[in-house]
């Protein structure tokens, strides 16, 4: 499967931004889907990650109640909305992808979009 995210951009704080990732080219029901962010310097990090059909979400601490992630198997296509923005929210954000298995982290996902950037100003 390819994935393409986009939807990125600069924000002011407390601002809003929906980031989209499109997928093409695989059974998109199949896959666990998550999304991830990096900062230069720092390791990859999850920021919420939902399974094949919806039912499961979980979300890191620091985004609880901020963002929200959902997908629409019709479309092949996963978003993320991301409320209330913070200046340490500004990062690359990446989707990704898997077929079963553990989510303890980025090396569990086999399919990975180009990362989005996300610029939120204070």
């Known amino acids: 499967v390819q994935l393409q995210a986009f939807g990125g951009g600069l924000v002011p704080a407390g601002g809003s931004l929906r980031l989209s990732c499109a997928a093409s080219g695989g059974a998109f029901l199949n896959y666990d889907m998550a999304w991830f962010r990096q900062t230069p310097g720092k390791e990859r990090e999850v920021v919420v990650r939902i399974s094949w059909g919806g039912a499961t979400t979980v979300y890191a601490e620091f985004v609880k109640g901020r963002f929200t992630i959902s997908r629409d198997n019709a479309k092949k296509t996963v978003y993320l909305q991301m409320n209330s923005l913070r200046p340490e929210d500004t990062a690359s954000y990446y989707c990704?992808?898997?077929?079963?298995?553990?989510?303890?982290?980025?090396?569990?996902?086999?399919?990975w979009g180009q990362g989005t950037l996300v610029t939120v100003s204070s």
């Open positions: 990704a992808a898997k077929i079963g298995g553990p989510a303890r982290g980025p090396l569990d996902y086999n399919y």
